[in-house]
């Protein structure tokens, strides 16, 4: 099989289990709302950890689903699993991390295999 170097963004609407990602003309829009449940009125408001942490956990998801069936050496390992810290104060602090070549070309950005 072929290398898997990239997500699109149809695997990410399919692990997100909504269509966050959608087509309007030669741009792809995203909804905020559609990945975090909640409603939005303005762009002062916050709400940018939270959308980033369910948009990366999306990614390990499509990752997984992705590299289903593929050998070592063409599966995508740019997304690996979150470190959790022991639980405080009702808290969980919670590391997420990716990894990315990039050439000294930069318009070129892809993932690492294992």
Sequence with gaps: ????????????????GVDAFSLSGSDI????????GDTYTALTDEGTIEFLYKLRSACTTAQD?????????????????????????????????????IPLDTATVKGTNV
Excluded: C, R, W
């Design 65 to 101: 689903t992705a590299n289903e069936g593929l050998t070592a050496g063409e599966q995508l390992d740019s997304f690996p699993g979150f470190s959790y810290s022991p639980p405080a104060d009702g808290y969980v602090t919670v590391t997420q991390s990716h990894t990315v070549q």
């Design 1 to 16: 099989m072929a290398v898997k170097e990239d997500l699109t963004f149809e695997e990410l609407n399919t692990a997100l």
């Design 29 to 36: 829009v995203v909804s905020v709302s559609a990945i975090t």
